[in-house]
């Protein structure tokens, strides 16, 4: 039969319809991640070794165009419009022109691939690359080309290009080059039989050429790629983790696999009675076909029960052999409709045309309920959430990764808490910050219809509900179940308020947990500075809170008019004036400071701190080894917010060497983005920084992190290593930050040595 080029224009418009119809719905949480890591620059997410960078390309420039969430998905949807085409062209090369045809057609209507056609995330591109490299093999080893022609060349060079570019999207992209590499393997072994026909017109020499250029361009990703897909001993195994993970779905993973390949419902057995059907009808004409397909099919199902990697396993994992799992069916539609014409001698074509639609009716309902409703509903239920908290409300998400919705979804009138003091038992945790001085907590959570998801979100209800009344409670409803967004409103009881913890030292470094030879940094971020002043008493003096990590920080209230005499320490300290005006008096002289302002102090010498405004002054004292002047106790070393130094409206930075700690000041337009704080000298150092305007998040240079990006607003102090800033806001932020370095220089005071803040004249009382 002739290719039936009016009828594949037809499905795949037909396609492309079902993938643009509702692509502006709510961004999922993995969405929300791509989409936060494409807020790089292209260079940087290029470095990054943690993440295969293609998708997260992608979600770059496609962030930036208008439109929202449908202009962030189109490159992706696009990508899943061409696998549609790779699918004919596959089936026809492996059968004949009706299956690609119809196994087109089945691709088309799959509520499976439309949803990850949907989706801003990896599995689209991941699948176009590698039914591409599919197509570019067969098509290389085609039996009777001649050997050296330029089709042939043209063919490994598609073929190099589709698996280097699938390697640079997702981890399981060694499968598609692996099961290429079998059927290599398979071909040459059978050419040997033969006679060596196929090595005759090349097949070792392009194989051999291709895999060493594949080799050399993917270079910088195999470390990462081996050790994803590395043995964990003592591990479970790819089908072992898919079942824990899902809690032993009924039927098991190879159920799971045949209902979403296959559509769901009657479709999906359809369907794998139609596979055998085209496996018993070319098994003659099209051995070579089939011996291709059971590859495909066999060898990633066989590893699902042998092999121990490091990472659980999700059938998505498989998207590729999907298509692959639909032509084998599709050929079995063919093969019906050509046994009924020649024995009933019917016209054989429209007998296929109605077998393949009499298919796609059967698979109506599954797609319907596709379309019911959006996978998400995080643009809702944070849209509610933000319409309806007032400023004083706190708001905890669950699970903790979704903090990535921060960027995309942005609460503008209350302040969002990490989970995490909620869930965890741990000295670092301080369940105090968040249940303390609100008057109202919106606590929602998704991701909570698995029993373990679920009981880990009910401690942390069971906490809020110790001091707090539940008001109301909504569902915005998702596809699937699992997806539903629940949100739960809660009003302070009269009761007495849990007391302030003292801050204590998190843990500083600990091994992930997929990657144990990989090491990761955590943040500390434990004092907010208008929230410990809400929380003090007014007539408070001395030390009111105090930061023990990365180093220890105090923060006072000198009040009006009554001295605050600090003794003569062995260490030099930096002082930030939070609020207020005042005066530091030493034996040598006094030195008037404002708000604003940063101060070197030396450690060599007593002073004293007084206030000369009506409400006090609050500083921030942190120690550092820095280098002040001969015969000066402290000099001031610049204002923060100092217009002449950093003019609004624009991104810079202006920092000052002090021995062996350096002082900045950073201020981002709306939008903006530093990158000096992930370069040298600073990689090496400890740092703490303070916000003093707008909102920004920190997210860590070339690393994996749970943790990252951290949102930081006003007062935030937070403790880092290396730290990358993105200006969320719309208005300036502006931010002061102190780095000092780990390793001290010969004959200089040891960093590590504790500042001694108990030693102030007013002693810290929790």
Same mark, same amino acid.
């Given at each position: 039969?002739?290719?039936?080029?009016?009828?594949?224009?037809?499905?795949?418009?037909?396609?492309?319809?079902?993938?643009?119809?509702?692509?502006?719905?709510?961004?999922?949480?993995?969405?929300?991640?791509?989409?936060?890591?494409?807020?790089?620059?292209?260079?940087?997410?290029?470095?990054?070794?943690?993440?295969?960078?293609?998708?997260?390309?992608?979600?770059?420039?496609?962030?930036?165009?208008?439109?929202?969430?449908?202009?962030?998905?189109?490159?992706?949807?696009?990508?899943?419009?061409?696998?549609?085409?790779?699918?004919?062209?596959?089936?026809?090369?492996?059968?004949?022109?009706?299956?690609?045809?119809?196994?087109?057609?089945?691709?088309?209507?799959?509520?499976?691939?439309?949803?990850?056609?949907?989706?801003?995330?990896?599995?689209?591109?991941?699948?176009?690359?590698?039914?591409?490299?599919?197509?570019?093999?067969?098509?290389?080893?085609?039996?009777?080309?001649?050997?050296?022609?330029?089709?042939?060349?043209?063919?490994?060079?598609?073929?190099?290009?589709?698996?280097?570019?699938? =390697?640079?999207?997702?981890?399981?992209? #060694?499968?598609?080059?692996?099961?290429?590499?079998?059927?290599?393997?398979?071909?040459?072994?059978?050419?040997?039989?033969?006679?060596?026909?196929?090595?005759?017109?090349?097949?070792?020499?392009?194989?051999?050429?291709?895999?060493?250029?594949?080799?050399?361009?993917?270079?910088?990703?195999?470390?990462?790629?081996? #050790?994803?897909?590395?043995?964990?001993?003592?591990?479970?195994?790819?089908? $072992?983790?898919?079942?824990? %993970?899902?809690?032993?779905?009924?039927?098991?993973?190879?159920?799971?696999?045949?209902?979403?390949?296959?559509?769901?419902?009657?479709?999906?057995?359809?369907?794998?009675?139609?596979?055998?059907?085209?496996?018993?009808?070319?098994?003659?004409?099209?051995? $070579?076909?089939?011996?291709?397909?059971?590859?495909?099919?066999?060898?990633?199902?066989?590893?699902?029960?042998?092999?121990?990697?490091?990472?659980?396993?999700?059938?998505?994992?498989?998207?590729?052999?999907?298509?692959?799992?639909?032509?084998?069916?599709?050929?079995?539609?063919?093969?019906?409709?050509?046994?009924?014409?020649?024995?009933?001698?019917?016209?054989?074509?429209?007998?296929?045309?109605?077998?393949?639609?009499?298919?796609? #009716?059967?698979?109506?309902?599954?797609?319907?309920?596709?379309?019911?409703?959006?996978?998400?509903?995080?643009?809702?239920?944070?849209?509610?959430?933000?319409?309806?908290?007032?400023?004083?409300?706190?708001? &905890?998400?669950?699970?903790? !990764?979704?903090?990535?919705?921060?960027?995309?979804?942005?609460?503008?009138?209350?302040?969002?808490?990490?989970? =995490?003091? =909620?869930?965890?038992?741990?000295?670092?945790?301080?369940?105090?910050?968040?249940?303390?001085?609100?008057?109202?907590? !919106?606590?929602?959570?998704?991701?909570?219809?698995?029993?373990?998801?679920?009981?880990?979100?009910?401690?942390?209800?069971? #906490?809020?509900?110790?001091?707090?009344?539940?008001?109301?409670?909504?569902?915005?409803?998702?596809?699937?179940?699992?997806?539903?967004?629940?949100?739960?409103?809660?009003?302070?009881?009269?009761?007495?308020?849990?007391?302030?913890? +003292?801050?204590?030292?998190?843990?500083?470094?600990?091994?992930?947990?997929?990657?144990?030879?990989?090491?990761?940094?955590?943040?500390?971020?434990?004092?907010?500075?208008?929230?410990?002043?809400?929380?003090?008493?007014?007539?408070?003096?001395?030390?009111?809170?105090?930061?023990?990590?990365?180093?220890?920080? &105090?923060?006072?209230?000198?009040?009006?008019?009554?001295?605050?005499?600090?003794?003569?320490?062995?260490?030099?300290?930096?002082?930030?004036? %939070?609020?207020?005006?005042?005066?530091?008096?030493? +034996?040598?002289?006094?030195?008037?400071?404002?708000?604003?302002?940063?101060?070197?102090?030396?450690?060599?010498?007593?002073?004293?701190? +007084?206030?000369?405004?009506?409400?006090?002054?609050?500083?921030?004292?942190?120690?550092?080894?820095?280098?002040?002047?001969?015969?000066?106790?402290?000099?001031?070393?610049?204002?923060? !917010?100092?217009?002449?130094?950093?003019?609004?409206?624009?991104?810079?930075?202006?920092?000052?060497?002090?021995? $062996?700690?350096?002082? =900045?000041?950073?201020?981002?337009?709306?939008?903006?983005?530093?990158?000096?704080?992930?370069?040298?000298?600073?990689?090496?150092?400890?740092?703490?920084?303070?916000?003093?305007?707008?909102?920004?998040?920190?997210? +860590?240079?070339?690393?994996?992190?749970?943790?990252?990006?951290?949102?930081?607003?006003?007062?935030?102090?937070?403790?880092?290593?290396?730290?990358?800033?993105?200006?969320?806001?719309? $208005?300036?932020?502006?931010?002061?930050?102190?780095?000092?370095?780990?390793?001290?220089?010969?004959?200089?005071?040891?960093?590590?040595?504790?500042?001694?803040?108990?030693?102030?004249?007013?002693?810290?009382?929790?």
């Amino acid at each position: 039969m002739r290719p039936l080029w009016p009828a594949v224009l037809l499905i795949l418009a037909a396609g492309t319809g079902l993938r643009l119809f509702r692509l502006d719905h709510s961004l999922r949480i993995d969405e929300g991640e791509v989409w936060a890591r494409a807020q790089r620059p292209a260079v940087e997410i290029l470095k990054n070794r943690a993440y295969a960078p293609h998708a997260d390309l992608l979600a770059h420039f496609s962030s930036a165009w208008p439109g929202g969430e449908a202009s962030l998905r189109l490159p992706f949807t696009l990508y899943g419009i061409a696998a549609l085409f790779c699918v004919f062209l596959l089936g026809r090369r492996l059968f004949d022109d009706e299956t690609g045809l119809a196994a087109c057609a089945l691709a088309a209507f799959s509520p499976y691939l439309i949803g990850y056609a949907q989706e801003a995330r990896y599995y689209s591109v991941f699948l176009f690359y590698s039914l591409a490299a599919f197509s570019f093999l067969l098509a290389a080893v085609e039996p009777g080309e001649r050997a050296g022609s330029r089709r042939r060349a043209l063919c490994w060079a598609g073929f190099v290009l589709a698996h280097s570019l699938n =390697l640079y999207t997702h981890g399981f992209a #060694l499968y598609p080059l692996a099961l290429c590499g079998a059927y290599l393997a398979f071909l040459v072994a059978k050419s040997r039989l033969q006679g060596g026909h196929i090595v005759r017109n090349g097949l070792l020499l392009g194989c051999a050429l291709s895999s060493a250029i594949i080799f050399l361009i993917c270079l910088p990703r195999w470390r990462g790629l081996l #050790l994803l897909q590395s043995e964990s001993r003592g591990g479970l195994t790819l089908s $072992q983790s898919f079942l824990l %993970w899902h809690f032993m779905p009924k039927g098991g993973i190879m159920a799971r696999m045949i209902e979403d390949f296959g559509g769901g419902g009657a479709q999906a057995w359809a369907l794998l009675g139609l596979a055998a059907l085209g496996a018993f009808a070319y098994r003659k004409s099209r051995a $070579q076909s089939l011996s291709f397909i059971g590859l495909c099919l066999g060898l990633p199902v066989l590893s699902l029960f042998v092999l121990k990697a490091r990472t659980h396993f999700e059938v998505r994992y498989f998207i590729f052999l999907a298509p692959v799992y639909l032509i084998l069916s599709a050929s079995g539609i063919a093969g019906t409709a050509s046994w009924l014409g020649r024995s009933r001698r019917g016209n054989s074509r429209i007998i296929f045309a109605a077998l393949t639609a009499a298919i796609i #009716l059967t698979g109506l309902p599954s797609l319907a309920d596709y379309y019911r409703l959006p996978k998400a509903r995080l643009r809702e239920a944070v849209g509610y959430v933000d319409a309806h908290c007032s400023p004083g409300d706190a708001v &905890v998400f669950y699970p903790q !990764w979704d903090f990535y919705w921060y960027g995309y979804y942005p609460l503008s009138r209350c302040r969002p808490f990490p989970v =995490l003091p =909620l869930l965890e038992q741990r000295q670092d945790s301080d369940p105090t910050r968040v249940v303390r001085g609100f008057n109202r907590i !919106w606590l929602g959570a998704t991701w909570i219809a698995d029993p373990i998801r679920a009981e880990e979100f009910g401690r942390a209800r069971r #906490l809020v509900e110790k001091y707090y009344d539940l008001e109301k409670e909504i569902v915005f409803h998702g596809r699937p179940e699992n997806d539903d967004f629940h949100l739960f409103a809660y009003r302070r009881k009269n009761g007495p308020l849990p007391a302030p913890a +003292r801050a204590s030292p998190p843990e500083a470094l600990r091994p992930q947990d997929e990657y144990p030879s990989r090491w990761i940094a955590r943040p500390a971020l434990d004092l907010n500075i208008p929230e410990t002043l809400e929380t003090a008493a007014p007539q408070r003096r001395g030390i009111l809170a105090r930061l023990r990590f990365p180093f220890e920080s &105090v923060l006072i209230r000198v009040g009006r008019g009554v001295p605050l005499r600090q003794p003569e320490y062995k260490f030099d300290h930096v002082l930030y004036v %939070w609020s207020g005006t005042g005066e530091l008096s030493t +034996r040598r002289g006094g030195l008037k400071f404002r708000r604003g302002d940063v101060l070197s102090v030396s450690g060599r010498s007593s002073y004293a701190l +007084r206030a000369s405004s009506a409400g006090g002054t609050v500083l921030l004292m942190i120690p550092a080894s820095t280098t002040t002047a001969a015969g000066l106790s402290a000099r001031p070393l610049f204002n923060a !917010w100092d217009q002449t130094l950093l003019p609004a409206g624009m991104d810079g930075v202006v920092s000052r060497r002090e021995g $062996q700690a350096t002082v =900045l000041v950073r201020r981002l337009k709306p939008g903006g983005v530093d990158q000096g704080m992930a370069e040298a000298p600073y990689e090496a150092g400890l740092s703490l920084g303070l916000v003093l305007q707008g909102r920004i998040s920190l997210s +860590r240079k070339g690393m994996l992190l749970p943790y990252s990006p951290v949102y930081l607003w006003e007062g935030d102090l937070e403790g880092a290593w290396g730290w990358e800033t993105l200006n969320l806001d719309r $208005q300036d932020s502006l931010e002061v930050k102190l780095i000092r370095e780990v390793r001290p220089a010969r004959g200089s005071l040891p960093a590590e040595a504790p500042f001694m803040a108990d030693k102030l004249m007013v002693p810290y009382r929790p």
